[in-house]
């Protein structure tokens, strides 16, 4: 009943974050230099915290319908697509998320979250996008046991998703002239391509840790199941 109201608060809390970025941060464009083009939609932060209401929710009907067994003889779809969900998008990129925004913000927030948007994004919602999410993915990861994917799945589906992300904000600066974070402005190129590299190498070591984490909390639901899936492979 606990890990069942867990997720749905986790469901709640990331869906409401959504809707209340999506209707009411709403920034006159005279106050700011990044393009309304892709709305929303642009940002990181806010394609995560769908990513995250989308993981809680599925969270929340695989604890109803599902099955939270460690090695379930026939492992329902909505377990699968739950295991997959968090190894390779929902904890990498919600680690990513948080520790990139507070470690720029920490050395100089103009280049992440300009002061002039704190009157329209209130202090709350910052911390839903970008604590919370830290916060939740990690108490998931310590109560909930899931077993990771082979780890080359895992991280093209990282990556992939990554490399679209990439293309989408290239498509919206050549498009429109506009960076969608302001960090980008004040690179160059070849700064940003290694700024990239470096993102993308972060993001994937994020997935190895969260991979690694997972093994040593839950070490012998992880040998259980290994030896299962050899018995029933033979």
């Not at 409401?16 to 309304?36: E, F, K, L, M, N």
């Not at 809680?56 to 099955?67: C, E, S």
């Not at 600066?173 to 302001?182: L, Q």
Request: hydrophobic share 45%; charged share 15%.
């Amino acid at each position: 009943m606990l890990r069942v109201l867990f997720h749905l608060l986790g469901a709640i809390q990331f869906s409401y974050g959504c809707y209340y970025d999506y209707t009411y941060v709403q920034i006159p464009s005279t106050s700011t230099t990044v393009t309304t083009f892709g709305g929303k939609f642009k940002y990181l932060t806010y394609l995560n915290a769908m990513l995250q209401t989308v993981y809680f929710t599925v969270a929340v009907i695989n604890d109803l319908a599902g099955t939270n067994e460690s090695s379930p003889s026939n492992k329902p779809l909505v377990r699968r697509t739950k295991d997959v969900l968090f190894s390779a998008l929902a904890f990498p990129l919600a680690m990513f998320v948080g520790v990139t925004f507070w470690g720029i913000y920490a050395v100089d927030r103009e280049l992440i979250l300009p002061k002039m948007m704190d009157a329209y994004f209130p202090t709350w919602l910052n911390h839903v996008m970008h604590s919370n999410i830290v916060v939740f993915t990690i108490v998931e990861l310590a109560t909930s046991f899931r077993m990771y994917p082979k780890r080359k799945f895992g991280l093209s589906i990282l990556t992939t998703f990554m490399l679209f992300y990439v293309i989408w904000i290239h498509f919206i600066y050549f498009k429109t002239g506009s960076w969608v974070y302001p960090i980008l402005s004040v690179l160059n190129w070849p700064l940003r391509i290694f700024f990239y590299l470096f993102s993308l190498g972060f993001v994937c070591g994020l997935y190895t840790l969260g991979e690694s984490l997972n093994q040593s909390i839950w070490a012998k639901e992880v040998e259980y199941t290994v030896k299962s899936e050899k018995k029933k492979a033979k």
